[in-house]
């Protein structure tokens, strides 16, 4: 069977662009003579849509397009994925489904039978589990519908299996002689591979070509990176789709092909997600420029590279807000960052507000020494300046934050908080030095004193991250450790690091919670980050040992 994978980047709730969409790749299959097009998951409303499924118009517009696309169908094959309504009560109101169309008409529906309900998903909220899936007969052929997580179930392949039933493999053994899987996987480091040995494994078992179609595209923090795969009954790699970008690709199930894997390195694929998701946010949410804060740091000159990559530099302001204790070397670096990135750049020191905000608080806080409140001060100052400018010039406000200093609390809410998007709040700071030298390869970018520097706030006189703080390398291992991988401070101490750091930086991140449930949106690039996969109460007193 020729067969074509639309990998769209589809929208939210979108649902005429996205019923446009999917005709133009229906066309375009036509065009190209496949018997079917295979669009991802829940492609006519946006993956995922979440609390917009207890609208009540928002499922019934869902079946309009799938009525007015299958009469948009002739003998060509279109199979899309949309949410569609569960009659049987008890039961949720909504499945997550997908529909094969033919010759004007819908010639089967499935609806998805595993819901996964972690870290990032909650679909057992929303939707009603399918209790059978039978294949459907295409042109004289069985072929057995799957959606997204009805493949990470095989017990060959996982340890630790979170269902009891196998749906592909089911479906096989029911008679299907082709598996199709349309998703909405979204990405982080590592999970390329991960999905590309699961899928070759489950092909290689059931013995039946695997055909997977993925989404692409930024929605709100999840990036999710397309890499459509066909695989022969022999778990041989025969297609696989362009990665973080939009792709159409043309398979011959008759007539497989082998090739190697698309392989990129980290640094590569992080920077690719965070400008897709940067990228989409903006444009999805209505916004054409962004500003952000330039501090002449690393944080800042990374973000300030991202969203220039993203959207254009025309569409990038950078803003310095000097005080008194702002160095002249960093206010240069940020100079040459925006005249490397071609950007505009304002200088608006902060100065003098400060001096005025610390004479009105004097009588309130006469007796008391200088600390972290007169340092905030100058954070907050900074925030009131640049969404001053994002309201007048209705740009989209960056935040600079990275992974490491969300999770110890090195912000200022109301400060450097301020924003509609925190760019790196998923890379660690390790992991910043590593996109920073990555983006210089070739040419110099970001100055290199930004990188080279001691990373410092500069809100008192020498101040460095390391007064208070074990090195980044430290830092980052033991987030990684207690955040990621979710073992206790017991065991990271006896992993070999020093009891007095592991201490205190599990206080800093168990404490920080309150700081990072009022943090704008992240993108999310590692296996466990700070947003809606990770739910920590914030008023609560358990301390694990």
Known sequence: MKVALAQLNTTVGDLAGNEA???????????????????????????????LLHKRSFIPGNWAVVQRLAAATGKVGLLIGYAGSNDKRPGREATNSAALLQNGGILATRHKTLLPTYDVFDEDRYFEPATENLPVTFNGQKIGITI???????????????????????????????????????WHLGKNTTRREMLANLAAKTGCPLLYCNLVGGNDELVFDGASMAFDGTGQLGVEGVCFGEDFLVVDTAKPGVIGPHLMEDEESIYRALVLGLRDYVHKCGFKSVVLGLSGGIDSALTAVIAVEALGPENVRGVSLPSQ????????????????????????????AFESVKAELQPVFAGRKEDTAEENIQARLRGVILMAMSNKFGSLLLTTGNKSELAVGYCTLYGDMCGGLAVISDVPKTMVYR?????NREQEIIPPASITKPPSAELRPNQTDQDSLPSYDVLDAILEAYVVQCKS???????????????????????????????????????????VGRRIPIAQRYREV
């Open 21 to 51: 969409k999917i005709l133009a790749a229906y066309q375009r299959g036509i065009d190209a003579g496949v018997e079917l097009v295979i669009c991802p998951e829940l492609s006519v409303c946006g993956y995922p849509p979440r609390d």
């Open 148 to 186: 997204c997580e009805d493949i990470w179930n095989d017990e060959d392949f996982w340890k630790d299996r979170r269902y009891q039933r196998n749906p592909a493999v089911d479906l096989a053994n029911a008679g299907a002689k082709l598996l199709l899987n349309i998703s909405a996987s979204p």
């Open 325 to 352: 204790y702002s160095s002249q070397g960093s206010l240069d670096d940020a100079q040459i960052l925006a005249q490397n990135l071609g950007i505009q750049h304002d200088v608006i020191p902060i100065q003098n």
């Open 435 to 439: 996109l920073s030298n990555w983006i």
């Open 489 to 531: 401070p017991a065991e990271i101490v006896e992993a070999g690091f020093q009891d007095a750091d592991v201490k205190r930086v599990v206080k800093l991140i168990d404490f920080n919670e309150y700081k990072r449930r009022q943090a704008a949106p992240g993108i999310k690039v590692t296996s466990k980050a700070f947003g």
